[in-house]
């Protein structure tokens, strides 16, 4: 499969608009042909659903099978029976998950895995099991005690077991080698995700926030090998770029890691002069931080990877007080932001409950910061689009005096 048409590298404003092209109508399909057709392409195929925030994909790729990302419906898709299925009062997320499977859209799709990061995560897997009994459904537990003697081997023993699904799944066993390989692929695939932020935090105006949420969200649906080429080309060509700089501030976009934000909402924030050039969108594509090591037992290796060199974010446990928050302002430091915006699903537990504690960090360390709420198809921009103005001009005048 080809991540897209045409594009060599290219240094014009046509290599990045077919890029982006390509990534933006793998964005607005919700039937997922992609991954129906990389399926179709070979018989016996596999395709593992996943839930935000991470899964060790590398184990997935080992088994031959495709790891697809799935983020609720977005805007595009009108929820008609997800609703029955959840009070009012919750996230969106999980409605238009269940719109997905019911309507047919994963009807492809031979797994599901439903990480933990929150309840409704979890009461999502024990439906989709009930609702869905021919599909392997996983409720994928990761640890809150990053001691390796024992969330490290707590977390080892859930890999084997999920390595061992995986076996049956595909029907091949999955070797060490086949892990191995399959961590280096992962391992390119995050450094170049980590070139992407570089790119964008030192020239925002050349790789706008939109544009790289895109690239990043083919990761999703995208074989890791297309979408590692689809990452080195979009950086190749839109570091080549002229555009024009303007007159914006900097600012950390953070809480948005699982219920996705409406693209619109992304692209407001810079017409209304905030560059982000830090977020914590689609973690998944970069939870790990450094290359996890090749040598010696491959699922020990992720799990040490996964304790002592994985993002912080709201659904990920902070045992000492004292550094509560430190993760975020170490991002607007290392990307030199000025600000930070929260932005957050409405009745997401873990990014609402967590925003105070952050805010309080902030605060203390003379950040100015702005929040607000979104639903993944919240519709009406302008409020937000006048807040972040609001936010960026005000940036500007502090700066100033
Ligand atoms: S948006 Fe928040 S509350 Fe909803 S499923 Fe995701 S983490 Fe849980």
């Known amino acids: 499969m080809n ?39 070979e018989p016996g195929r596999k395709v ?23 983020v609720g419906g977005g805007d ?8 029955a ?23 492809f799709v031979d797994g599901m895995l439903f990480p933990s990061i929150c309840d409704v995560i979890r009461n999502l897997s024990g439906m989709w099991k009930l609702m869905f009994p021919h599909v392997y459904t996983r409720y994928f537990d990761v640890p809150q005690n990053y001691v390796d003697d024992i969330g490290g081997n707590y977390y080892v023993s859930e890999l084997t077991e999920l390595r061992h699904a995986l076996d049956e799944l595909s029907g091949r066993t999955v070797t060490d080698d086949d892990l191995r390989r399959s961590i280096a692929a992962y391992n ?27 690239v990043l ?59 982000v050039v830090d977020d914590d969108l689609l973690l998944v594509t970069r939870w790990l931080t450094e290359d996890v090591a090749l040598e010696g037992d491959p699922l020990v290796n992720l799990a040490s990877a996964f304790l002592h060199h994985s993002e912080s974010t709201s659904a990920k446990y902070e045992p000492e007080e004292s550094k509560k928050g430190k993760y975020l302002i170490d991002a607007v430091r290392r990307s030199r932001a000025e600000g930070v915006i929260f932005a957050s699903p409405s009745f997401c537990d873990p990014a609402l409950l967590d925003r105070p504690m952050l805010q309080h960090a902030l605060k203390a ?31 500007k005048l502090w700066s100033a005096t």
């Open 3 to 41: 991540a897209h048409n045409g594009s060599n590298g290219s240094s014009g404003t046509s290599g990045v608009d077919d890029i982006v092209a390509c990534a933006q109508a793998l964005f607005e399909d919700t039937n997922f042909t992609a991954a129906r057709q990389w399926k179709e392409a």
């Open 48 to 70: 593992i659903g996943y839930m935000p925030i991470y899964v060790p994909r590398e184990l997935i790729h080992a088994a031959g099978a495709l790891p697809l990302g799935i």
């Open 76 to 83: 595009q898709m009108d929820v008609i029976h997800g609703d």
């Open 85 to 107: 299925y959840y009070q009012s009062y919750i996230c969106r997320i999980p409605r238009s998950t269940i719109e997905l499977g019911v309507s047919g859209r994963l009807d």
């Open 188 to 214: 390119e695939n995050r450094r170049l995700v980590r070139d992407l932020y570089r790119l964008r935090s030192e020239v925002p105006w050349k790789a706008p926030a939109a544009e790289v949420y895109l």
């Open 217 to 275: 969200r083919a990761g999703l649906v995208l074989p890791v090998e297309d979408h590692s080429r689809m990452i080195g080309d979009y950086i190749r060509a839109a570091g080549a770029l002229d555009r024009p700089m303007r007159d914006n501030c900097r600012v950390v976009l953070t809480g948005l890691f699982c219920e996705q934000p409406p693209l619109n909402l992304i692209k407001s924030l810079e017409l209304a002069g905030c560059y």
């Open 365 to 395: 360390a003379g950040i100015p910061h702005i929040a607000f709420k979104y639903a993944e198809n919240s519709g009406q921009m302008q409020p937000i689009r006048e807040q972040a103005g609001t936010f960026s001009d005000a940036i």
